[in-house]
């Protein structure tokens, strides 16, 4: 039976706890949900909050719970609170997406949308960055590229400018203009070097500086620096002077950023103090262009107070809270409340204090719970909420969720803190759970559970093979019992789930037996009964069979050839002796082997006796080996196995020792005996010369008469036994012959050959010699003298059968044994006896057969080539960017006899005979072209005349530009308003202060004076604007300066600028008309630039005695009337003339005093 604990724990694994909503279950408890999760209940682990949305209470149970995060803010990670859209992104509130910012944008920690990056800075990975000194942003604001040779930028620069007049700047990325050298000077701004004071360069012209406003493309700059009124500047190409844009304040033609804290709310501000300060509550970057709105409300957690330029500058202090948007001092951040807690910065009611921690109100950072007790929920207030750690567990310092016991420990007490507080499991029990508060199971049998122990049946504490238990509370394996006898124990053995198993038949088990199969019965005994105890129970095995090792009964009968007394131990033991077999399976004793019979033997353990092999022979019983059967001897024969007695061979056969058979005599013998032997036929029984003993001759030769017949010879017997044929180119007509010389030689002109001598001799000559060869005295074989290459033979052309006859002219024999001579082949020709055709030789070929020297092969023709030897036509036309002539050897000529490579100035297409000339308008200075198009056209600022120019011909003529291909010196005549110098590649338009109204010139015209030439490429010349004077040479147009004005076109000096007219004040520069009369209190003669002039030559204050109303021009123009009289300065109207005092009288205008008294008398 399975135990009680057993049951439980099978029970404990497969039933899941019921956990309730705002919980989830693990590791066998029900755990509060975390915050930033919701668990909606019988869930094994919570579930994380969308993206967008918080949630800082923990045992939350639904989705709802989650809340949006407000505009401006994303969700964290672990979704508890919402955090500030982070530096370098825009966020999407809603979905929480991030994306970063493009390349030429920035974003500052807090705001959601990217913003355009600030002029002078550029923007990479959504940060901003300033240019460094001798370096301006490029056009998509994205890198900082180097400053031009003629331009410089400091650290405050927000672009590159214009090297001042007086100074030069002749390196790339400077930072500070260098100043002209004493003896030297630049008059014009944007210099590269200084000029010699007697005009004649340092080093090297002057060059038009360079602006880029892109990364590869650069624009051309404005020659002219423009001074700009304060509240403009100069922006980028554009040489006039625009307003300066809202965030920003233009002094010396710079538009510089607002500084941050600060905002530009309108154009045209001239100072840093005209840039606003940034509201408390709001926070304004560097260049802010109007008043922040909510987009740059302070964020949670910073309070901004008046003239803040970060988001994030001043944030509250640990242990306080910012819950609202646009906080404006540290006043405005609260007190942390309890259960969380607040680090510097932190924004709403701040951070749940984190599960294992409490948060009393106010606390700067979290307090971790004492050992031996845990918080399960975040938000605790105060130790109070610290939970005592439950038994099975153990809680250190600060834990938020009880650590369970690891298998094979227990823990009964509460308040535990430590993993040394989780006890061993008992001896003889085992601790199989996690957090267990007791032991859980009892120890299986055939096992033991030392202290500690995690499993009842832990396979490393099995009771070893060989021992067994019974019981369920063993703690060490000594306590194992020892197996008894006539059973196994296999680890583990113990109890009805695993009994000790009883003997196998065919072994034996002695007490402490550890697998059944252990000690087997012994080779030559058996049993088939289980449950033996020792080996004298196993039993002998029978007469006439065999017993392996272990068996439960007799292996097998004895094998056949083989006896097997009682005990046997396998079936090939005891063989039957040499001489003797056995046919049968199963034999007991040795007296059951029989005796080998004749004409066999037998060795040891044989079932089967052998036969003696043919050619030998046995006639007693009882053989024991091979070497027993007799060789069978000469005269006779042994045909089959087994013989017993020998055959005779008879007359006309022999036979050698120890034949099968007897062969028939050989030719040139003859075997007249019964038992003729090998030996005495060829010493004895020899055939005589002059006769044939043929094959199997049975009697002497001299008896029979045969001789040797025609066409042959016979040597004799003991030289060839055969009739030898006569020799090839020999013949005989009589039979007898005994010597080659015999034999007749075949005549002249005639060949005596057979293929099959001895079937068909040669008795008559065989033929006529036939063609291609000839035949001598005694040829043989009709092929054997062929003719020599060279030579023929051919009996239709009457030739004699001894000799040859030389190959014809047009003719060759190639090969031995000619018939006919070949005719010559095209390409190649043959002379008297040629036996191998001569080629036509290189730059030749030969196009008709049967030539018979070498003058009569073709030369090759021009534009043509024949390479090697033997060619029947041209190899192929001659190659582009080459020439061929007559009889050329190669597509690309080497030489210049045959050909050659085209040379410059010429091209060559493919099948050239001749180069061909470049045509007019190009040129070629290489070699090899192939067509026209490879003639290079004339270079920009050149021209070609004529045909096969391998240069050009000479550089433009002066007033014409060339642009290309030209074949005259006067390709483009110079437009109006151009020039071109010799080798021109384009007009040059004027430059400022020159025109050209005519067309085809070397040089532009001086502007005259009264005249305006501010622009390049000018054909007229404009007249000098009003307000304005011009001198000669003019490149910008000089404003009148105050006091003056000119309502014409046309002035050519300051003389022209006339004085402004009295009663009136010219107070700017460059006025077309008086700008207004003069204040009243005040006259002005003329030439006055100010309204109010005091003591100046051009007007005062008024004088006493008179008045001056707006627009005076001298100061008597308007005095006092009579009857009245001023002693002040700067009288406005008449009514600020006294009336004459009672008593008085005042007689003129223009008084000062009254004039005197009345006399007696009279009244006033």
């Avoid at 059973?487 to 402490?512: D, I, M």
């Avoid at 069978?632 to 013989?643: D, N, Q, S, V």
């Avoid at 202060?993 to 010349?1021: A, H, K, M, V, W």
């Amino acid at each position: 039976m399975r135990p009680e604990s057993s049951d439980c724990l099978i029970c404990y694994n497969q039933t899941q706890i019921s956990c309730p909503e705002g919980t989830y279950f693990s590791s066998g408890i029900c755990l509060e949900c975390p915050a930033g999760q919701f668990c909606p209940g019988n869930v094994s682990a919570p579930r994380k909050c969308p993206t967008g949305m918080f949630n800082p209470y923990t045992g939350k149970s639904s989705i709802q719970d989650c809340q949006p995060c407000v505009p401006g803010l994303v969700s964290a990670e672990d979704r508890v609170e919402c955090k500030l859209c982070p530096a370098g992104f825009s966020c999407d509130s809603a979905s929480g997406n991030l994306t970063a910012c493009l390349s030429g944008q920035y974003s500052p920690e807090g705001l959601t949308q990217c913003l355009p990056c600030p002029f002078g800075f550029v923007c990479i990975e959504g940060f901003q960055m300033k240019c460094g000194p001798g370096e301006e942003s490029n056009f998509n604001q994205t890198e900082c590229v180097d400053c031009a040779e003629g331009y410089y930028s400091t650290l405050c620069s927000a672009q590159c400018h214009l090297c001042p007049a007086g100074s030069h700047c002749p390196y790339k990325k400077m930072s500070a203009p260098l100043p002209c050298p004493v003896g030297h000077y630049s008059y014009m701004p944007g210099q590269t070097e200084c000029k010699k004071c007697n005009g004649s360069s340092a080093y090297r012209s002057t060059v038009t500086p360079v602006w880029s406003r892109g990364q590869s493309h650069l624009g051309q700059r404005s020659r002219q620096l423009i001074s700009c009124p304060p509240g403009t500047h100069r922006d980028g190409e554009r040489s006039d002077c625009v307003v300066c844009p809202a965030g920003h304040y233009c002094v010396a033609n710079i538009a510089i950023q607002c500084p941050a804290g600060t905002y530009g709310p309108k154009e045209g501000l001239q100072r840093e103090k005209d840039c606003a300060i940034c509201p408390a509550g709001f926070y304004c970057l560097e260049g802010t262009s109007r008043r922040p709105s909510s987009q740059f409300l302070c964020p949670q957690g910073y309070y901004c107070e008046e003239g803040t330029g970060v988001p994030h500058g001043s944030p509250c202090p640990a242990g306080t809270a910012g819950g609202q948007l646009g906080q404006t001092s540290r006043a405005a951040c609260k007190r942390c409340a309890e259960g969380r807690y607040c680090p510097t910065g932190s924004a709403g009611p701040g951070l749940l204090c984190a599960r294992g921690r409490y948060c009393p109100a106010g606390t700067l950072s979290e307090i971790l719970c004492p050992q031996g007790t845990f918080t399960p929920h975040q938000g605790a207030l105060s130790v109070k909420d610290c939970l005592k750690c439950p038994p099975g567990f153990y809680c250190p310092e600060g834990t938020s969720d009880p650590l369970p016991c690891q298998p094979g420990t227990f823990n009964p007490l509460e308040g535990q803190d430590d993993l040394a507080d989780c006890r061993p499991c008992y001896p003889g029990k085992s601790c199989t759970q996690v957090a267990l508060k007791f032991p859980d199971v009892d120890c299986m049998p055939g096992f033991v559970c030392p202290p500690g122990s995690s499993r009842p049946n832990d396979p490393s504490s099995a009771c070893p093979p060989g021992t067994l238990s019974n019981r369920t509370d063993l703690t060490d394996l000594s306590q194992c019992q020892r197996c008894p006898a006539r059973y196994a124990c296999l680890r583990g053995t113990g109890g009805v789930q695993r009994p000790p198993l009883f003997c196998f038949p065919g072994h034996y088990c002695p007490a402490g037996t550890m697998f059944p199969t252990q000690h087997k019965c012994p080779a030559g005994t058996w049993n088939d009964q289980s449950g033996l105890e020792s080996e004298r129970e196993c039993r002998p095995c029978p007469k006439g069979w065999y017993c392996l090792a272990g068996v439960g009964g007799p292996s097998g009968k004895c094998n056949s050839g083989h006896y097997c007394p009682e005990g046997t131990l396998y079936g090939s033991q005891h063989p039957c002796p040499r001489g003797t077999y056995s046919t049968k399976i199963g034999n007991g004793g040795k007296e059951d082997c029989l005796v080998c019979p004749e004409g066999y033997y037998c060795k040891e353990g044989t079932s089967k006796p052998t036969s003696c092999p043919p050619a030998t022979f046995r006639q007693i019983k009882g053989g024991r080996r091979a070497e027993d059967c007799s060789v069978c001897p000469a005269g006779y024969f042994c045909p089959h196995p087994a013989t017993v007695s020998p055959k005779v061979c008879g007359t006309g056969s022999y036979s050698d020792e120890g034949s099968e058979e007897c062969l028939p005599c050989l030719p040139g013998h003859y075997c007249s005996d019964e038992t003729t032997s090998e030996e005495a036929m060829l010493r004895v029984m020899v055939c005589p010369p002059g006769f044939l003993c043929s094959q199997g001759m049975d009697r002497e030769p001299q008896r029979s008469a045969v001789f040797c017949p025609i066409g042959f010879y016979c040597p004799g017997g003991s030289v060839d036994p055969n009739p030898v044929p006569c020799p090839k180119g020999t013949y005989s007509r009589q039979p007898g012959l005994r010597d080659p010389s015999d034999c007749t030689k075949c005549p002249e002109g005639k060949y005596c050959y057979t293929e099959n001598s001895q079937e068909d001799p040669i008795i008559e000559p065989t033929g006529n010699c036939p063609d291609g060869y000839f035949c001598p005295l005694g040829t043989g074989h009709p092929n054997s003298f062929p003719c020599q290459t060279g030579f023929f033979r051919n009996d239709s052309y009457g030739h004699r059968g001894e000799a040859c006859v030389e190959c014809p002219p047009g003719h060759y024999c190639p090969t031995l044994a000619t018939h006919y001579p070949t005719v010559c082949p095209q390409g190649f020709y043959c002379t008297d006896g040629s036996s191998v055709p001569e080629p036509c030789e290189e730059g030749t070929y030969g196009s008709r057969p049967g030539l018979s020297k070498a003058s009569q092969c073709t030369t090759c023709s021009g534009g043509k080539y024949c390479t090697g030897l033997g060619k029947s036509e041209p190899t192929g036309d001659c190659e582009g960017g080459f020439y061929c002539r007559p009889g050329s050897r190669s597509p690309i000529p080497p030489d210049g006899q045959k050909g050659g490579v085209c040379p410059a100035g010429s091209f060559c297409p493919p099948s050239s005979v001749h180069p061909q000339p470049c045509p007019s308008g190009t040129y070629s200075k290489s070699t090899g072209l192939q067509h026209a198009e490879q003639c290079v056209r004339c270079p920009p600022g050149y021209y070609c005349l004529g045909t096969n120019s391998t240069s050009p011909s000479g550089p433009c003529s002066a007033g014409y530009y060339c642009s290309g291909g030209s074949a005259t010196p006067v390709q483009h005549e110079a437009e109006e308003g151009h020039y071109s110098l010799e080798g021109a590649v384009r007009a040059e338009p004027c430059p400022m202060g020159t025109f050209q109204p005519g067309r085809g010139y070397n040089s532009c015209i001086e502007c005259q004076s009264g005249r305006l030439c501010n622009r390049t490429g000018l054909s007229q010349q404009p007249l000098c604007p009003p307000g304005h004077f011009c001198p000669a040479g003019s490149l910008i147009a000089h404003l009148c300066p105050p006091g003056t004005y000119t309502a014409s076109s046309g002035a050519e000096d300051l003389q022209h600028c006339g004085p402004c007219d009295a009663g009136q004040y010219c107070h700017s520069p460059g006025l077309t008309a008086p700008q207004g009369p003069c204040e009243p209190g005040f006259y002005c003669t003329g030439g006055s630039h100010i309204a109010t002039p005091i003591s100046s030559r051009y007007g005062d204050i008024c004088p006493m005695g008179y008045y001056c109303p707006a627009g005076t021009r001298h100061p008597h123009e308007y005095p006092c009337p009579p009857g009245t009289w001023s002693n002040a300065l700067g009288s406005q109207t008449v009514s600020s003339c006294w009336l004459c005092p009672s008593g008085f009288f005042c007689n003129s205008s223009g008084l000062i005093q009254p004039t005197g008294i009345c006399a007696p008398g009279t009244k006033s």
